[in-house]
């Protein structure tokens, strides 16, 4: 129910933007959060949009990337800039309804993940 795309491999200092189209839910009433995961490590929040555009972020990733959705086309967006090698992990994107957005376990659908590998 949720696809996301637009991973890829980048020099550091470079920029992805990366997307998230929802099929089979109503999209704007739910919180729609994007993490990162690098193997054998949890999960990690990188930034949320609630139902009402509010917008939050990681300290790691604040000024750098910015998260958006156009609730019209059902999708999610997160533009990265100024991308660093610390960044590289598979992207995953979901949906909550939980007011604790920042953490993952609250998190009903999840996308596939989309891989980022940004080279130094």
């Known amino acids: 129910q949720l696809q996301a795309s637009g991973g890829g491999l980048v020099q550091a200092g470079g920029s992805l933007r990366l997307s998230c189209a929802a099929s089979?839910?109503?999209?704007?009433?739910?919180?729609m959060g994007w993490f990162r995961q690098i193997p054998g490590k949890e999960r990690e929040f990188v930034a949320v949009i609630n139902r009402s555009g509010g917008t939050f972020y990681a300290d790691s990733v604040k000024g750098r990337f910015t998260i958006s959705r156009d609730n019209r086309k059902r999708t999610l967006y997160l533009q990265m800039n100024s991308l660093e090698f610390e960044d590289t992990a598979a992207y995953y994107c979901?949906?909550?309804?939980?007011?604790?957005?920042?953490?993952?376990?609250?998190?009903?659908?999840w996308g596939q993940g989309t891989q980022v590998t940004v080279s130094s």
């Open positions: 979901g949906a909550t309804v939980n007011v604790q957005f920042r953490s993952a376990a609250g998190y009903r659908y």
């Open positions: 089979g839910l109503t999209f704007n009433t739910y919180h």
